[in-house]
């Protein structure tokens, strides 16, 4: 069975940085492209980040660009998501997924495996 954990959430002050971290036992994580999502208590699941298999891309919405940084290691079987500048409505709860299409997406329906979440809060 494929699990994907998260790490690395919490409380952080705004200004602050975070960084969050994804491992998981895809056998062929290489193959896979990884994105972030992020989601509040009665919104929609948001895109944060996405990387392709080979880290080559990388995909972000204006809302976090300049100040969220996704990448990779495929030997560790992880993918990070550095985040700095946080601002109050970046708090959610921070999931990472799996995509077989390789170079990336930003479509949450493209992912075919999601971890349990991670709660990342930013206090004013």
């Known amino acids: 069975q494929v699990q994907l954990v998260e790490s690395g959430g919490g409380l952080v002050q705004a200004g602050g940085s975070l960084r969050l971290s994804c491992t998981h036992s895809?056998?062929?994580?290489?193959?896979?492209?990884m994105g972030w999502f992020r989601q509040t208590p009665g919104k929609e699941r948001e895109f944060v980040a996405a990387i392709s298999w080979r880290g080559s891309n990388t995909y972000y919405p204006d809302s976090v660009k300049g100040r969220f940084t996704i990448s990779r290691d495929n030997a560790k079987n992880t993918v990070y998501l550095q985040m700095s500048s946080l601002k109050p409505e970046d708090t959610a709860v921070y999931y990472c997924a799996a995509s077989g299409l390789r170079v990336g997406s930003r479509t949450q329906n493209e992912y075919e495996y999601w971890g349990q979440g991670t709660q990342v809060t930013v206090s004013s």
């Open positions: 895809l056998r062929t994580f290489s193959s896979y492209a």
